[in-house]
């Protein structure tokens, strides 16, 4: 708990105009704790037990009149305090953000799912308690402080005989606290096995299902589940110890203060000194005890071991995290060619050459000097990151989209000087949001290539295994109503009708994300036995392990190359894959970027 301590201290210190604004209405604060017993005494000594109400009145509201500046100086603690915690909590939330990309972006890291969890859950537990703590204990420091001392104006043996017992209690409280701490940091860290079982089970789901894995997911969540739910248990016996505390540091001085009472009053000590000293107790030191008990043994302990937990998981950036990123060496290996796909034909069936692409004259390129080629009859998946590029590749491949500088070709057709007819003789793209217009199913799958016969249709929706949803709507002369099908369904149409087109080329822009992954599979297994050419972008992992060939979008730095290829030379690929063993060495050759 080093850390936690000077981590600590250091924002104090950092904070010393607004901690001696918060010392200075603390003593405002705390007047009421030094004057009740005092005044209470005299009140009752001077004024009603000697016959003048009217005196012990004046005495009462001079207490009411202290209370009142209290009240005041309460409501400009709270504002003081702000300027405290606010800014430590800041600083707490920009070392877990700043610690959590450069886990993320650094060469072999990986995204931290329970960096979440600190940065939502954890530094919120940090800036409460870290606030709970100094009020309660400025709060003990003063309150306690003023009563002991309106005790020992009252009588000196009084003051001994209260604090004895207090101490007590405080050094029982200290005894049991490494105990505490121990068990609240076994809370935390099961909390954040939790989120990071939970978010890979979300994060899979599809992939679970289909492996018919749920049994063995649902029980390892369930066991960080149980885990969490005993360290909790523990944390609620601890309460024990801080009752203990509280009956010895705060109930045993009531007690013995009536026990001796008697004994105090024929040693000349007046009825309104005991009662006096009775406020003292009950409205001063046992309130502020019973606070400081509660606060450190729950809030207190939160604090130091969530702190830690966020200064270990988020360290300060070390001298090798600001220096400059140093460009890779070039590969001074010979690029190996794409697998043999029988004879080699004259042109390919996609050549794109320094392909860069902005949205915005300002914004930064999508793509930079992007160059790739894909041979006729190659099947090649696209994967990265959600945003980093993959459908606007497609959109720049299918022509839809102009490229600020390079050339895309389609079977040495240069796309931007293609017609809409033409490219659509060479390239069919099928987006993630599926088309289906109002009519019958027949129209809905031939319009791409309206002169197909019923064996030509049979063929597709039996490779697709697509007549299911045909028998569902009634055969293919069934009026379609497309607000009335899912979006899976509405994918598997228009991947029959991309099926049927008579192009060449077959863009899926991750057009089966909303079929289950063995549907997906069947349509993808379907489209690489077709005649010609696909490129899928990829929703699922798994669709790059049926592909010949895998780009990869790994940062500035795309790469292109087989599964086992890339396992080895793509950081990010390993992350997708969610595979970090060390590939055969002779995969090491052949991966190629897709600079130009």
């Known amino acids: ?75 400009r603690v709270y504002r003081s305090l702000g300027a405290v915690v606010e800014p430590f909590r800041d600083e707490l939330a920009t070392r877990v953000v700043d610690g959590a990309l450069r886990e993320a972006t650094r060469a072999g890291g ?23 703590l100094l009020l309660v204990v400025r709060g003990f420091l003063f309150t306690a402080g003023a009563a002991l001392l309106g005790l020992l104006a009252l009588s000196p043996p009084l003051a001994a005989a209260v604090a004895a017992p207090l101490l007590l209690g405080l050094a029982v409280f200290a005894a049991a606290l490494p105990a505490m701490v121990t068990h609240q940091r076994a809370q935390v860290a099961a909390g954040e096995e939790l989120g990071r079982s939970a978010a890979a089970a979300l994060t899979g789901h599809r992939d679970v299902l289909a492996c018919g894995g749920q049994g063995r997911v649902i029980a390892a969540v369930d066991r960080r589940i149980v885990a969490q739910s005993n360290a909790e248990r523990t944390l609620a016996r601890m309460a024990a110890l801080r009752s203990l505390s509280l009956g010895l540091g705060g109930w045993l001085p009531v007690v013995v203060l009536l ?12 009825t309104g000194a005991v009662l006096g000293a009775l406020v003292y107790v009950t409205t001063g030191l046992q309130p502020a005890l019973h606070a400081l008990v509660q606060g450190v043994g729950g809030g207190g302990l939160r604090y130091a071991v969530t702190l830690d937990r966020i200064l270990r998981s988020c360290p ?93 070709h389609l079977a040495d057709t240069p796309v931007t000087a293609a017609t809409p007819q033409a ?22 799958l031939l319009y791409l290539r309206p ?50 087109a008579p192009a060449p080329l077959v863009i899926l822009d991750e057009a089966t994300c909303h079929l289950d992954p063995s549907m997906e599979a069947r349509v993808e ?20 392990l049926r592909a010949h060939r895998v780009l990869v979008f790994d940062g500035d730095r795309p790469l292109v ?36």
């Open 316 to 408: 300060p950036p070390g001298p090798h995290d600001e220096a400059p990123p140093v460009a890779p060496p070039p590969d001074p290996h010979p690029v190996a060619p794409p697998p043999a796909l029988g004879p080699a034909p004259r042109t390919a069936a996609v050549r794109a050459r320094g392909l860069t692409f902005r949205y915005g004259p300002h914004a930064r390129p999508v793509l930079a000097d992007f160059t790739l080629t894909v041979a006729h009859g190659e099947h090649l998946a696209v994967v990265g990151p959600s945003g980093a590029g993959k459908s606007t590749l497609a959109a720049l491949i299918a022509g839809l989209v102009p490229p600020e500088s390079g050339s895309v």
């Open 451 to 500: 002169e197909a016969d019923e064996a030509t249709v049979a063929a597709a929706l039996e490779a697709l295994g697509a007549w299911p949803l045909v028998d569902r709507l009634g055969g293919l002369a069934a009026e379609v109503e497309p607000g009335a099908l899912s979006a899976g369904e509405r994918q598997l149409i228009a991947a029959v009708r991309a099926y049927l």
């Open 561 to 596: 190359g087989s599964h086992q290829e890339l396992l080895h030379h793509s950081p990010t690929y390993r992350e997708l894959v969610g595979h970090w063993q060390e590939p055969a060495p002779d995969t090491r050759r052949a991966v190629t970027s897709t600079r130009g």
């Open 110 to 132: 990986r995204p931290d799912s329970a960096a979440v969890a600190r940065l939502t859950q954890q530094v919120e537990v940090v800036r409460d308690t870290f606030g709970g």
């Open 423 to 444: 490219l659509a003789r060479l390239r069919v793209l099928v987006p993630q949001e599926a088309y289906v217009r109002t009519g019958t199913l027949a129209d809905n």
């Open 525 to 544: 297994r379907a489209f690489a036995r077709r005649p010609g050419t696909l490129v899928v972008i990829a929703h699922r992992i798994s669709s790059a």
């Open 1 to 75: 708990m080093t850390g936690v301590r000077r981590t600590t201290w250091a924002a104090l210190r950092a904070r010393r105009r607004p901690l001696g604004r918060l010392a200075a209405w603390s003593v405002g604060e705390s007047l009421p704790a030094l004057l009740s017993g005092l005044l209470v005494a005299r009140a009752v000594d001077q004024g009603f037990l000697a016959g003048r109400f009217t005196t012990g009145l004046a005495w009462l509201a001079g207490l009411a009149v202290a209370v009142l500046i209290g009240a005041v100086a309460t409501g």
């Open 259 to 270: 026990l001796a009472a008697p004994w105090l009053v024929r040693q000349g000590l007046s």
